[in-house]
């Protein structure tokens, strides 16, 4: 399978199983993942989402991985 630069730079990655094919946009969930929490901010429920995210990391719905450059 062949990933072109344009896909690399808007961190998207088609996947395939036996059941068809996927596409899956990072960048967009990066985007989306800010816009939530500026929105949090703004409401201040910020105790509030970050209680969230803790809970999806002990459950196993969230990883994270720290690229710093």
């Not at 201040?44 to 690229?67: A, F, I, M, P, R």
């Amino acid at each position: 399978m062949a990933y072109f630069y344009e896909d690399w730079k808007h961190k998207k990655l088609t996947v395939e199983d036996k059941d068809g094919q996927f596409f899956l946009n990072f960048g967009e969930a990066e985007t989306n993942m800010i816009s939530n929490i500026d929105k949090m901010i703004e409401e201040g429920k910020t105790v509030e989402y970050l209680e969230h995210l803790k809970d999806c990391l002990k459950k196993g719905k969230l990883q994270l991985k720290w690229n710093i450059s």
